[in-house]
Nanobody, 127 residues
Framework: QVSVAESGGGLVQAGDSLRLSCAVS????????IGWFRQAPGKQREFVAA???????YYGDSVKGRFTISGDKVENTVYLQLGGLKPDDTAVYYC?????????????????????WGQGTQVTVSS
């Protein structure tokens, strides 16, 4: 059974960087599409980034050029490097795996294709 667990959130200042980790258990992360989403208070969950088959990467428009998704096959962990952080990036960040589904490029940004979710990690960016 596949499970994911996030870590690495915290309180940072605007302009800082932070690295979030998504530890994948049960199967190699490259076997699935792994995505990052975030949800700010009072807002809907938003797609942040995803990696398919370990190398195809996708980003949400609001983070493109500032955030980077990567994976470590030895650690079986997917990382999300957050750079140039802004107060608007404040949210709970979730890692998710598409275990039963096999999303394609046009669906990786869709929340419903992911069926295995972590508990989330809080990122707070102060101005």
């Amino acid at each position: 059974q596949v499970s994911v667990a996030e870590s690495g959130g915290g309180l940072v200042q605007a302009g800082d960087s932070l690295r979030l980790s998504c530890a994948v258990s049960g199967r190699a992360y490259r076997s699935h599409t792994i995505g990052w989403f975030r949800q700010a208070p009072g807002k809907q969950r938003e797609f942040v980034a995803a990696v398919r088959a370990g190398y195809m990467k996708y980003y949400g428009d609001s983070v493109k050029g500032r955030f980077t998704i990567s994976g470590d096959k030895v650690e079986n962990t997917v990382y999300l490097q957050l750079g140039g952080l802004k107060p608007d990036d404040t949210a709970v960040y979730y890692c998710a795996a598409a275990v039963q589904n096999n999303p394609i490029a046009s669906t990786v940004r869709t929340e419903t294709v992911y069926d295995t979710w972590g508990q989330g990690t809080q990122v707070t960016v102060s101005s």
